[in-house]
């Protein structure tokens, strides 16, 4: 029978970490190149913001893993609450930075789409604000996991945050929403969900190459990271005295 | 289960009125952060008013900030804290005890406070009161959202402004629904929902906040 928690040791992890990294990383090359040039050269101008929409396919596919690595976390957090598994904290930790990465890039992108499109670098809207609150959330997290020296406690008092975090998400998210169409009749508004309808498959399908370029890619860069943080917590272990020697 | 509650609250609230200058700081930093906004945008009354409830809420999150830092460390210095965490009863129990005593400490003065402070920026008779509503429905969030933030830095290099940057983003659903039900009910729009949904997340976090200070808790003394 396949067993699940064989790979949750470290130890065994670690090879496999860094065999499926280097996979991801390749394939998320590929997939980034086919993405860029389907987003440069093949999808079509569109026909009201011209030449300028094509930052969505940075930005999107950016603020979907934004919101779905911190769920991500949060469920590594979870498991590592509930199994008591070394690994489970150590990837936690490993995806806070691209998570907080990919939200910065979104909300970069989005000003600079937005100064052309509504003549604003950012608008008070509820996307923009939530995405905003999402990155104060990643900060926290990494604020707290480095503060605290011992490093056991450090994964188990992130972990907790990012759990008390994940309720929170959509309460912070339903609340800002309504917020904005209580308080302004904003003139500017962020069409996400209506872009897609109105966008020609080729667009549908560079947005999808470059999601998933953007995911690949997340998956190799928190393994190598993950990979790293395991050498530094297990550096008294055994196995990676052999695996140094080894190296020498 | 009463007693254990009764008997945390009331020691708290003997040790704070020991130190009574400590609650005084709080209500005077709240009082000083309100004043502060007229000097910074200008006197004029029209704007002031708009800006009310607002200041108030903002002044009333930084205010409790203030005072999270104190909830558990008093009592983790000098190894009250640990004794609690070997009691029988109910960590989170012990915990709801804490936090409620910090509410009547750092936030009770701030509801009462609060009228004197919107009639200097011209809010008037309902706005007034519903700016107290919300202050009440919303001030002991802040002290329980705040608790989880207290127990996770815990003795940590610059606790104090570290707990600000875990809680301040988990508070803005509050801030966002007492400000709002306040700027509502001014535009005649009614506030029903806002004071719904702040009673919503009054008893989520009733009910979740302390169980999981009481896990940040163990985590940080073991």
């Known amino acids: ?248 | 289960m009463l007693a254990t509650l009764r008997c945390m609250v009331m020691r708290d609230l003997t040790l704070a009125m020991r130190h009574r200058s400590d609650v005084l700081t709080t209500v005077f930093f709240f009082i000083i952060v309100v004043s502060l906004f007229p000097l910074g945008v200008g006197p004029e009354a029209a704007l002031l008013k708009e800006m009310a409830a607002g200041v108030v809420w903002v002044a009333a999150l930084l205010a409790s900030m203030l005072s999270l830092t104190r909830l558990f460390a008093d009592d983790y210095n000098d190894g009250t804290l640990e004794q609690l965490l070997l009691v029988p009863q109910s960590l989170s129990l012990i915990v709801l005890g804490k936090v409620l005593a910090h509410w009547i400490i750092s936030g009770l003065p701030l509801v009462v406070m609060s009228p004197l402070l919107g009639l200097q920026f011209g809010l008037e008779g309902d706005e007034l009161m519903m700016l107290m509503v919300t202050l009440l429905l919303g001030t002991p969030v802040l002290s329980l959202l705040g608790a989880i933030g207290a127990a996770l830095t815990l003795g940590l290099r610059g606790g104090g402004v570290l707990v600000s940057l875990l809680v301040l983003p988990l508070y803005i659903p509050v801030l966002i629904f007492g400000a709002g039900a306040v700027t509502a009910s001014a535009a005649g729009m009614g506030a029903d929902g806002h004071l719904s949904l702040m009673g919503a997340i009054l008893l989520l976090a009733l009910v979740l906040a302390p169980w999981a200070s009481a896990a940040a808790l163990r985590i940080s003394v073991e």
Request: aromatic content about 14%; charged content about 10%.
């Open chain 1, 1 to 248: 029978m396949f067993n699940l928690f064989k790979y949750s040791s470290p130890a065994t992890f670690y090879p496999l970490a860094g065999r499926l990294a280097v996979g991801f990383g390749i394939a998320s090359a590929i997939l980034l190149v086919i993405g860029l040039y389907m987003s440069f050269f093949v999808a079509p101008t569109d026909y009201k913001q011209g030449e300028g929409y094509r930052i969505m396919f940075i930005h999107v596919p950016a603020a979907w893993m934004s919101m779905l690595i911190y769920v991500v976390m949060a469920c590594w957090a979870a498991a590592g609450m509930i199994w008591h598994t070394r690994l489970s904290s150590m990837m936690a930790s490993s995806l806070a930075p691209t998570g907080a990465m990919f939200t910065f890039i979104a909300l970069w992108t989005g000003a600079l789409w937005g100064k052309p499109m509504w003549g604003a670098w950012w608008v008070w809207d509820a996307r923009l604000t939530s995405e905003l609150i999402l990155l104060f959330l990643y900060v926290g997290f990494m604020a707290l996991e480095s503060a605290i020296d011992d490093p056991r406690r450090a994964a188990r008092a992130s972990g907790l945050l990012a759990l008390v975090g994940v309720i929170n998400v959509p309460i912070i998210y339903y609340s800002v929403q309504w917020w904005n169409t209580l308080h302004q009749g904003s003139s500017i508004k962020v069409v996400d969900g209506g872009v897609e309808t109105s966008m020609s498959e080729i667009m549908v399908w560079t947005l999808l190459v470059m999601t998933f370029a953007c995911w690949f890619y997340t998956i190799a860069v928190a393994l190598c990271r993950v990979r790293s943080i395991i050498l530094e917590r297990e550096s008294g272990a055994s196995w990676v005295k052999a695996l140094l020697q080894e190296r020498k």
